[in-house]
């Protein structure tokens, strides 16, 4: 075998069927000739970040993720700055990257994907030591997080989003100050603060039509509902997709400081952190090499590659037989 070195950082709580993932992996690879990967999963004490940097230090130029948004994120802020590429073979509930990029969920497309050579840059934000490539947010998101449990999340998907957000959409504002590249404050009272790379949310809900993944900003979406009208209308604003979305103001930076007078809580690509009265969000432009469909095409498109489908497919079958 004289293919590239890969490694697969996989969270073991979040793929239903790891011997299955393995050989889908494993047969994929050596089908094209590549090594067979090194296999790296995650623990309570470490969600990917340190598989990760290991994978990179033993020589990995390419490097599968399996798990929730969180072993994502872990994975991400690894693999930035570096030459390494990232294949996403979502698992868990949201998978909003993959959904955001149009990457497929059936992880023989996403091998195939990866040996098929498609590779796009693409930005991430940074809050301290930690990277993202979807959204952070401060407020009424992270409340919605932090009220939906993962049994509704195990049974009903991003459905189960729903519910944690009724049990908040009551609560009070939060007055903030929202600085913009160093520019004076903005003063509001809002419900959240929504700092995105790329636009949607959970069940496709595109909540900043103008973000781009690599165009070294990021869109900020501060959201001022104060009663359950102003949360329909805002709602049906955004399905809509409309031009103007009442109750929501949306601007680019690439440094965006959120304070507020009292601890909030906070979330980066749809895992809680710690809360706090603050949040500081920066962009590294280009940061993450990551596995793509080729060609890159539009991200708003849904992935479309009958070429890829079918050497999945056959994936799948020597995986399936070889049970």
Request: glycine share 10%; aromatic share 4%; hydrophobic share 40%.
């Amino acid at each position: 075998m004289t293919g590239p070195r890969s490694a697969v950082v996989v969270n073991p709580v979040k793929v239903p069927d790891l011997d299955l993932l393995r050989r889908t992996i494993v047969e994929g690879l050596a089908q094209a000739g590549w090594p067979e990967p090194m296999w790296l999963e995650t623990t309570p004490q470490d969600s990917g970040k340190g598989q990760a940097e290991k994978a990179i230090k033993d020589g990995a130029e390419l490097v599968f993720v399996s798990g929730g948004d969180g072993t994502v994120m872990a994975v991400i802020s690894a693999l930035a700055g570096t030459d390494v590429a990232l294949a996403v073979l979502p698992a868990g509930t949201g998978n909003l990257l993959a959904a955001n990029l149009g990457l497929s969920a059936d992880p023989a497309v996403g091998v195939q994907v990866a040996l098929d050579g498609g590779r796009r840059r693409i930005d991430v934000g940074v809050v301290g030591r930690q990277c993202f490539a979807v959204m952070a947010g401060m407020g009424f998101d992270a409340q919605m997080l932090e009220g939906t449990s993962e049994t509704a999340k195990k049974h009903i998907g991003w459905v189960a989003y729903v519910g944690g957000a009724l049990k908040h959409l009551r609560d009070r504002p939060m007055p903030v100050r929202i600085s913009l590249d160093g520019k004076p404050p903005l003063r509001r009272r809002v419900r959240t603060v929504i700092v995105g790379n790329v636009g949607r949310l959970q069940g496709g809900v595109r909540l900043l039509s103008e973000a781009d993944p690599a165009d070294g900003k990021l869109d900020v979406a501060i959201l001022s509902p104060n009663n359950l009208a102003h949360w329909a209308a805002l709602g049906w604003a955004v399905m809509r997709r409309r031009d103007r979305v009442p109750r929501m103001e949306t601007y680019t930076a690439e440094r965006v400081e959120i304070r507020s007078n009292r601890p909030q809580p906070r979330q980066l690509d749809g895992d809680l952190i710690d809360p706090g009265k603050s949040m500081t969000i920066g962009v590294r432009h280009r940061a993450l090499l990551l596995c793509v469909p080729q060609p890159d095409g539009d991200p708003d498109l849904a992935y479309d590659s009958s070429a890829a489908e079918r050497a999945a497919e056959e994936v799948r079958a020597a995986a399936e037989e070889a049970k």
